[in-house]
Nanobody, 117 residues
């Protein structure tokens, strides 16, 4: 069992920054991977960033966010973060926290990010 709750979404101006959080509870020790995806109206859900939770694990970023977004984890607080800088209007979407626990995929409820002047 795993529960994921996102926070930190909101309205920001182009060029601004936001930090999203994803608090995880449950069988944390068995996690295989965590990450962030986003979806805007009329589009498919797309990868933002993922990280494998293993020794030598890798971090992958979507091409459109490389150099602007950073994923990180706080193992003490069981929280994953997405630092978003230099935000653009095309970053507007619902952002979803994702985790893989054994053979199951888990999703948070999503948090809205709107970038507009």
């Amino acid at each position: 069992q795993l529960q994921l709750v996102e926070s930190g979404g909101g309205l920001v101006q182009p060029g601004g920054s936001l930090r999203l959080g994803c608090a995880a509870s449950g069988s944390i020790s068995s996690l295989n991977a965590m990450g962030w995806y986003r979806q805007s109206p009329g589009k498919e859900r797309e990868l933002v960033a993922t990280t494998t939770i293993t020794r030598g694990g890798t971090i992958n970023y979507g091409d459109s966010v490389k150099g602007r977004f950073t994923i990180s984890r706080d193992n003490v607080k069981n929280t994953m973060y997405l630092q978003m800088n230099s935000l653009k209007p095309e970053d507007t979407a619902v952002y979803y926290c994702y985790a893989q626990l054994r053979l199951r995929n888990y999703w948070g409820q999503g948090t809205q990010v709107t970038v507009s002047s």
